[in-house]
Nanobody, 128 residues
Framework: QVQLVESGGGLVQAGGSLRLSCAAS????????MGWIRQAPGKEREFVAAVSRSGGNTVYADSVKGRYTISRDNAKNTVYLQMNSLKPEDTAVYFC?????????????????????WGQGTQVTVSS
């Protein structure tokens, strides 16, 4: 099992940027495709972005495409989410998650139910 700890959330004005980080425990981090999922108040969790084990492939929700960038550093057991041009509708708790299933190095899960391990989340608030 892997433990995931998110950081980097906060309050930012519309149009601003934030960079989220997710530190993973354990020596098998590079075995997991990783993703970010968010949950706004009163709404279901929403898939945001994911990255393959190798870091070479990524996928994004249409709502964040062109504004967000997911990346990973397997040497540091960390996955990142760079968020630019933030909008008030991006306000949510952002969760880091790992897919524990055996996957090819370039496989990228594109839906929230693919993920098995979750962090506790970090709050992102975008003011208008």
């Amino acid at each position: 099992q892997v433990q995931l700890v998110e950081s980097g959330g906060g309050l930012v004005q519309a149009g601003g940027s934030l960079r989220l980080s997710c530190a993973a425990s354990g020596r098998t981090f590079s075995s997991y495709p990783m993703g970010w999922i968010r949950q706004a108040p009163g709404k279901e969790r929403e898939f945001v972005a994911a990255v393959s084990r190798s870091g070479g492939n990524t996928v994004y929700a249409d709502s964040v495409k062109g504004r967000y960038t997911i990346s990973r550093d397997n040497a540091k057991n960390t996955v990142y989410l760079q968020m630019n041009s933030l909008k008030p509708e991006d306000t949510a708790v952002y969760f880091c998650a790992a897919d524990r299933n055996i996957r090819t190095s370039n496989y990228v899960p594109a839906y929230k139910s693919a993920f098995d391990y979750w962090g506790q989340g970090t709050q992102v608030t975008v003011s208008s």
